[in-house]
Nanobody, 115 residues
Framework: QVQLVESGGGLVQPGGSLKLSCAAS????????MGWYRQAPGKQRELVAD???????NYADSVKGRFTISRDNAKNTVYLQMNSLKPEDTAVYYC?????????WGQGTQVTVSS
């Protein structure tokens, strides 16, 4: 079955950087819109950023100018470069693959921003 495996999460100080990766398998990766979502304790899951099959990107207002989403179709991988991290960025980050009626999720990776 389709697998999305996130990596790169961890503990970082405010102002620091992390790069998340999501490796996809058993999927026509290049045809999917790939997204990163996050869910903080007690809050709903929210879109952080996504990138279409054509390379168009979309960001939540809260991360614009700090986060960058990119994809490597040859490696079936989507990335999220996170800079200038803030404590409010603390959440579990999930990778998503979406195309028409198909919607897949990874297991999530924890990002904690704390001094």
């Amino acid at each position: 079955q389709v697998q999305l495996v996130e990596s790169g999460g961890g503990l970082v100080q405010p102002g620091g950087s992390l790069k998340l990766s999501c490796a996809a398998s058993r999927i026509g990766f290049s045809r999917y819109t790939m997204g990163w979502y996050r869910q903080a304790p007690g809050k709903q899951r929210e879109l952080v950023a996504d990138i279409t099959s054509g390379g168009d990107t979309n960001y939540a207002d809260s991360v614009k100018g700090r986060f960058t989403i990119s994809r490597d179709n040859a490696k079936n991988t989507v990335y999220l470069q996170m800079n200038s991290l803030k404590p409010e960025d603390t959440a579990v980050y999930y990778c998503n693959a979406n195309r028409i009626v198909f919607d897949y999720w990874g297991q999530g990776t924890q990002v904690t921003v704390s001094s």
